[in-house]
């Protein structure tokens, strides 16, 4: 049986004091700390109990930016109603977090730092352009998310630091957005691959803005640059989104594994990704017939 001090903060500077400690661990919802601690995997000599630092917690918006505190759940993600209409692909994300139950303890903060390929969260935040607020003793950094994930199960984090938050600007009534996902069941799984697009049109119904994400087919969550180039301006077409579909198995880089083979996941990652953007070319369509009425 592991051996391991245990300290519980309430506020933010009693948590920057403890995370001083060395060998300091987090643990917030518990979702995948306690289980790697099961394993064997994570041996903490401190385990830090965020879950009493109330400032922490809480979806705050501030005129058109929106900022989710650390400890923020997913069961409360999914169930927020501007997020709902403002940045649908967030939300649907939350829902494909693990079963009910584990949505109510699993919390924004513990998806980013795992550091998953796979993170539910991470593809729509990327499409939203988010950025990552860390705090320590020493002050706060704010770092996009994509300079904030280095790799599986790395993150830029430096000794002493935690995520107080995620900031990003409140997605304007035209801009469609969408998440997917696939996975063996519905809930309770790991993305063999996922998808989230985001997509505004212009008064000419051309793809005046294209932002797409993939997950799980590369070392961390990564957008698809080329592939919104390819798309930026152009009319949709049947054939425009099978040329996307080829964009995108080339900026990915999937591996083999259990789950799925590198040849499935390239395949997989197109034909999901041009469904996101379908999906979110969809609702921006809906959003411009609502202005003209």
């Not at 939203?128 to 984090?157: C, D, H």
């Not at 000794?159 to 309770?188: N, T, Y």
């Amino acid at each position: 049986m592991q051996t391991f001090n245990y300290l519980r903060p309430a506020h933010l500077d009693e948590l920057c004091q403890a995370l001083q400690q060395p060998h300091a661990k987090i643990v917030a919802g518990g979702t995948d700390v306690l289980p790697q601690m099961h394993t064997g995997r994570l041996q903490p000599a401190l385990l830090v109990d965020i879950s009493r630092v109330s400032e922490l917690e809480g979806i705050r918006i501030h005129n058109t930016q929106v900022e989710i505190g650390a400890l923020t759940t997913f069961a409360a993600i999914q169930a927020h109603p501007t997020l709902r209409a403002a940045a649908p692909a967030l939300t649907q994300a939350a829902q494909w977090v693990g079963a009910p139950m584990t949505r109510q303890r699993a919390t924004l903060g513990g998806n980013l730092a795992n550091a998953s390929p796979a993170a539910d969260a991470v593809p729509p935040l990327m499409i939203y352009n988010a950025e990552v607020t860390l705090t320590s003793a020493k002050g706060s950094r704010s770092l996009p998310l994509a300079q904030f994930l280095l790799g599986p199960g790395q993150t830029a984090l430096q000794r002493g630091e935690f995520i107080q938050s995620v900031r990003f600007e409140l997605p304007a009534e035209d801009l469609g957005s969408a998440f997917l996902k696939i996975g063996p069941r519905r809930g309770m799984t790991i993305a063999i691959v996922s998808a989230a697009a985001a997509v505004r049109l212009s008064p000419e119904g051309r793809l005046e803005q294209v932002r797409v994400a993939v997950g799980a087919s590369a070392p961390t969550v990564i957008r698809c640059p080329q592939t919104e180039n390819l798309l930026h301006g152009q009319l949709p077409s049947a054939e425009l989104w099978q040329s996307a579909a080829q964009q995108i198995a080339v900026e990915i880089s999937p591996i083999d594994d259990v789950r799925a083979s590198r040849a499935y996941r390239r395949r997989a990652a197109g034909v999901l990704a041009v469904r996101a953007l379908q999906a979110a070319l969809s609702q921006a369509q809906e959003a411009a017939q609502a202005r003209t009425v």
